[in-house]
């Protein structure tokens, strides 16, 4: 079940009241736009864009259910509980809801496109869905034997692919992005051992990737509390959806698309992600305030329902003066 990280959080700092229209520039499973369509009814409306194809018809088609159904509840995935029809009666989220199939870092063309005008929030939740990691099948997770593709956007059929990177780009090449995107201790070591392996065989599944990064690290190394894999699988999801020069395009563009005392919320995952956020609300102080002097980071009760939200940390801005 999808879980919204930073749920509360989220609500607090996006303080989305009724009439007012927001951005979910990831809306992924869509947790987070039913808690605001709950809070900005009764003409207030959500523009979700999603780039995977896949989870884009999988919530289109929640959309469909949640029209036609005469049934007792909300489809599951949105909310953490499941609403009763008489609560989606009063979301109204028909006329409400504009689902759009891009990156974000088209987010002002897909402004444009869909005529979304008054923007009094913009929210981007950085991290991957539960759906990605535990159904997507396209080798996000290190805890499932998959071919090694981690792009969000399969519709891009020559895109780059974590199996071209492993097994045809040189051991510098590797070993930079391991080092710069997965800020891996070992990444000159894990780089060598993926050039040895696909000279004896190809690389192309998760569990051959994990096991050669194992025989690359040291014993202790295996035994910490996050997997020894995990650098080099952020390193490499980074590295091939463009992920920290996607962000870096994007938020200036969410600034200028937000109305006078909008709110821009950003949930970063990874202290990449966090610098580039940092940098830019002080780059940009002049037009807008920080809400939050320190980031806010998921509470224990939230980390035991969710483990996944433990590295989350969420940073809020008001938009104060215009361009």
Do not use: C
């Amino acid at each position: 079940m999808h879980i919204p990280v930073l749920q509360k959080e989220v609500l607090k700092y996006l303080d989305p009241k009724p009439n007012e229209n927001f951005i979910d520039a990831t809306i992924g499973e869509g947790g987070h736009t039913a808690a605001i369509l709950e809070r900005n009814k009764p003409k207030g409306k959500v523009l979700g864009i999603e780039v995977d194809p896949e989870l884009y018809q999988k919530l289109k088609s929640r959309m469909a259910e949640i029209r036609n159904s005469t049934t007792a509840h909300f489809p599951m995935g949105w909310v953490a509980q499941p609403l009763s029809l008489r609560a989606v009666a009063k979301l109204e989220i028909r006329n409400r809801l504009i689902l759009v199939n891009d990156s974000f870092v088209n987010l002002k063309e897909s402004v444009k496109k869909q005529n979304f005008k008054q923007v009094s929030g913009i929210l981007f939740d950085l991290g991957l869905s539960s759906w990605h990691l535990e159904e997507s099948g396209r080798g996000f997770s290190f805890q499932r034997e998959e071919p090694l593709d981690m792009r969000y956007d399969i519709k891009i059929k020559n895109g780059l692919r974590a199996e071209k990177i492993v097994n045809y780009w040189s051991a510098r090449e590797i070993e930079k992005i391991l080092r710069e995107y997965g800020e891996e201790r070992f990444a000159k070591r894990i780089a060598k051992g993926i050039v040895e392996e696909r000279k004896i065989q190809p690389i192309k599944t998760t569990f051959q990737l994990v096991e050669l990064i194992k025989r690359a690290t040291p014993n202790w190394y295996h035994y910490r509390k996050i997997h020894p894999g995990t650098k080099t699988f952020q390193a490499l999801r980074i590295a091939v959806n463009d992920e920290l020069n996607n962000l870096k395009k994007v938020l200036p563009q969410a600034l200028e698309v937000l109305e006078r005392g909008g709110r821009l919320v950003v949930i970063s995952f990874h202290s990449l992600e966090a610098k580039i956020v940092k940098d830019f609300f002080r780059e940009t102080s002049l037009k807008l305030k920080v809400l939050t002097k320190k980031p806010i980071w998921a509470s224990r009760e939230e980390i035991k329902q969710n483990p996944r939200s433990r590295s989350a940390q969420l940073r809020a801005a008001i938009k104060i003066n215009e361009l």
